[in-house]
């Protein structure tokens, strides 16, 4: 039945090879399987993915955008037929001017590589862009629809500049012109005003945090009236900082009136909804600070000429009744007597100063009186007596403790020698000497208190003895 299978099924088939022999077969290689392991497969495709795929351009609407605790924005970018995973890793997306958003159409570049653990393929963008708009117009546009829901942009929280500015701060750059055209305009029409100026970038990376600081800074300055924030114009690149979340809060923040004067008339930033009151340029700004002042000094002239007209009315209208009471018939006389009133008035005033004029006199005579016997007082001769007094005594004290001393000395001595007579050593100096029994309890008075082989102990003037009791007699 083998052979069967072995022969060609039409004749016109070449023969089938015959069969290898034993030799022949061992000469033959056999071919080794190749088995890989989940991770080694991933890790070839991966590598695979990554070499073709290395930088792509791939559009696409974004779906479940999710920043997580990471920092890292996780998405799902699709199309009619088909989607992908996809990643913006958090050193990455602080670099995006927009915020991704669930619907938006975008164009993703980055490279298509395999997460591992899942064995799914994705996109790593390291940048995208909305399709159709920009994005910084598009960060713009969602920025200000944020902060205007907030009510950041309500003019009811709009305060109106001080009429009468003394304290103006400035956060501007201290290299641009703008801050010569504001100091310029200011010294001009206001030269009593102070500044103070706090240096902020304007532009670049960190020109953002530098400005919200700088307005925070000078909010904590006692006695600031208004501040101006701004700069000259630019492209939207150059003004971006004025339009960072972290600049409007703190313009919303900061305590007094904020100027916002970014640009030319033509650019509009986040910084010019918030602020109390937008100006188009730095130099319009410093013209808006010290305007109020201007008005205020007009309605001050206004009010003084209306208020000398009012009074000059009322003079004259007080003249006229003091004419006409005047005229009267019963106010015959009344000058006669006013002037009596006015020379009574003018004897007092008279005798006051006379009175007064007695009285200094009085005390000036008093004043000299005393001067004369103070200089009969002659310190310097008082002094020189309390100085002698003062000798004598402290010589009479001298004398009276060196004999005092001297008496002390010689009752010591005399104490002394009696001490000396009375004392014991001083007999034994003598040749006389002490005799203790052997313990030293008590002194021996009598032969009768010892007995002959006892032990005794004598003192002498110069050391003691030890002896043993041979006879008492």
């Not at 910084?136 to 944020?146: I, N, W």
């Not at 990376?205 to 904590?220: C, F, Q, S, T, Y």
């Not at 006015?342 to 004029?357: F, Q, S």
């Not at 001393?405 to 000497?433: I, N």
Request: charged letters at 30%; one cysteine or more.
């Amino acid at each position: 039945m083998a052979d069967l299978f072995d022969l060609p099924f039409e004749d016109d088939e070449p023969h089938a090879p015959e069969s290898p022999t034993a030799a022949e077969s061992a000469a033959t290689p056999v071919a080794v399987r190749r088995v890989l392991t989940v991770t080694e497969l991933t890790v070839r495709v991966r590598d695979l993915l990554e070499a073709e795929f290395a930088e792509v351009l791939v559009e696409g609407e974004l779906s479940n955008c999710k920043v997580w605790n990471t920092g890292h924005l996780y998405f799902t970018l699709k199309d009619g037929a088909s989607q992908i995973r996809g990643v913006v890793f958090r050193t990455a997306l602080r670099y995006l001017k927009f915020k991704p958003g669930d619907g938006l159409r975008v164009v993703a570049r980055g490279r298509v590589s395999v997460y591992e653990p899942k064995g799914e393929y994705q996109l790593v963008c390291e940048y995208m862009e909305p399709q159709g708009l920009g994005a910084l117009q598009l960060a713009f546009d969602q920025l200000r629809k944020r902060l205007q829901d907030e009510g950041l942009f309500d003019a009811a929280r709009k305060r109106p500049l001080p009429a009468l500015p003394r304290k103006i701060g400035i956060v501007t750059s201290l290299d641009g012109a703008a801050i010569r055209d504001i100091i310029k305009i200011l010294r001009r029409r206001h030269a009593n005003a102070h500044l103070v100026i706090r240096p902020a970038r304007v532009q670049g990376e960190g020109a953002a945090i530098d400005i919200a600081r700088g307005l925070r800074a000078i909010g904590r300055v006692p006695g600031v009236d208004v501040v101006i924030v701004g700069r000259g114009g630019g492209s939207i690149e150059d003004l971006w900082a004025f339009n960072e979340e972290i600049v409007a809060r703190a313009i919303a923040q900061c305590p007094v009136p904020v100027i916002s004067a970014v640009g030319h008339e033509s650019d509009v930033t986040i910084a010019d909804f918030v602020a109390d009151l937008r100006a188009p340029t730095p130099s319009a700004a410093a013209e808006l600070v010290v305007a109020a002042t201007g008005d205020f000094a007009t309605r001050i002239d206004g009010l003084r000429d209306r208020l000398r007209a009012a009074a000059r009315g009322r003079l004259q209208g007080l003249g006229r009744r003091v004419h006409a009471a005047d005229s009267r018939p019963a106010f015959a006389g009344f000058r006669g007597r006013l002037a009596m009133r006015a020379r009574y008035a003018g004897d007092l005033v008279h005798t006051l100063d006379r009175l007064i004029r007695d009285a200094l006199v009085a005390r000036e005579r008093r004043r000299q009186a005393l001067e004369r016997q103070l200089a009969t007082f002659d310190v310097g001769r008082r002094l020189a007596q309390f100085r002698g007094r003062l000798d004598t005594s402290s010589k009479a004290l001298l004398g009276a403790a060196r004999r005092r001393r001297e008496q002390a000395r010689g009752h010591l001595a005399d104490v002394a020698g009696r001490l000396e007579t009375l004392s014991p050593l001083a007999v034994l100096g003598r040749g006389y000497a002490v005799c203790w029994t052997g313990d030293g309890a008590r002194i021996v008075r009598a032969a009768s208190d010892v007995s002959v082989g006892d032990t005794v102990r004598v003192n002498l003037s110069k050391g003691k003895i030890t002896a043993k009791v041979s006879g008492t007699e």
